[in-house]
């Protein structure tokens, strides 16, 4: 399979390209030149398939002709260690639990794939690959961790100092071997721009070989398709598969597009909502037509806090350009932190079930905009624990870590604290890394 670059200008890249170049040269993202079609048998028994076949089968519609079936298996069943289980919350509401993973937030699916599909690439050959990573959080804890250990591959995790939460920030700051952290005096945008920045870079080009764990990455993006499926084939399972709408708490919009992708791989889905924080740049872009990116701003779902989405142009290129077609799939809404922290106050008195800051946005938009008819479900895109003090004060209850996450609490930080601009990251980067 060919992968396109969204800017159209560079030449068509095959996987293996576009994985270990993340973005195109042209600065465009990758996408599929054919989006494959899983067979109707695939739906009338999926009901019946558990995570790892859905998640097979799915993957070999992508990749399967470029991966050997058994390596990809091997991809496949090393990735899906954990469930994505759907489970009730509301009427008509059902939450699917991403955050059952080593980090407690769904990023774990596309970074285990991408670390293991980029490992199977440089197997036996003696390049090594350098991950940068930008993050508001998730991003950076589950690709420090999804690829710790793995061999010819260093990580560089760039972070924004003071903006993301003290566990966030020890689930990448504490591991040591092939991973580092960057403490960047800036927000999350500067650290993604210094990413970008970097690949563009003649002189580090010609010194490593740079590529990137965010989703502007096919090999971290396309997998997170696979749990759309597996939440179909619950609901299948309990007879609530007609209506399907999926509420995605969106900040990089990876994990929307990746459920766009399941749609057009034959995934009977109604609609999607993407629901935002105050960083609503796409809800702009929906009542208007015309896409202004901004500074992000701080807000207690800091993982959403991007004030330029990478995978707009990917979502675009979807669908043709064409605004009104994308108004025909994707709804939006957008909630400030005092809606935010209120409706994990009320859902918790209410039915028990304990929502994270960006989960709550997904319910908060289901709650608004589900249809009669229609069955919601959003995505719980981390633990709650993860947002400790915001979901203790709105519940006024203590919440208990995950046993993946208490292993990190005591340990010791270890970073690099760097200034926003370039030319010093530029420089530790010639310094530091081979
Ligand atoms: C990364 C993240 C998001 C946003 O996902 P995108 O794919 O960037 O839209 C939402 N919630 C949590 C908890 C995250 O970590």
Redesign the pocket.
Known sequence: MKYYSTNRTAPPAGLKQAVTESLAPDRGLYMPETIGRLPDSFFETIERKNFREIGLAVARTLFGGDIPGDELETIVEGTLSFDTPVVPVGENIYSLELFHGPTA???DVGARFMARMLSHFTAGGSDSITVLVAT????GSAVANGFLGVENIQVVVLYPRGKVSDLQEKQFTTLGQNIRALEIDGTFDDCQRLVKTAFLDPELAGRLTLTSAN?INVARLLP?SFYYFHAYAQLKKIGREDGVVFS??????????AGLLAKRMGLPVKRFISANNRNDVFLDYLRTGVYSPRPSVETV?N??D?GD?S?FARILDLYGNITDRVRSDITGYSYTDEQIKSCIGKVYDETGYML?P?GACGYMALAEGLNDGETGVFLE??HPA?FRETVEEATGRPVELPESLKAFAGREKRSVPLGKDYPGFREWCLANLV
């Not at 708490?249 to 990876?254: A, R, V, Y």
């Open positions: 937030a769904f990023k508001s959080g998730d991003t989703s997170q995605v708490p969106s900040g990089n919009f990876g994990n929307l597009t779902a993982a959403m991007v989405p995978n994270d960006h895109t981390a993860k």
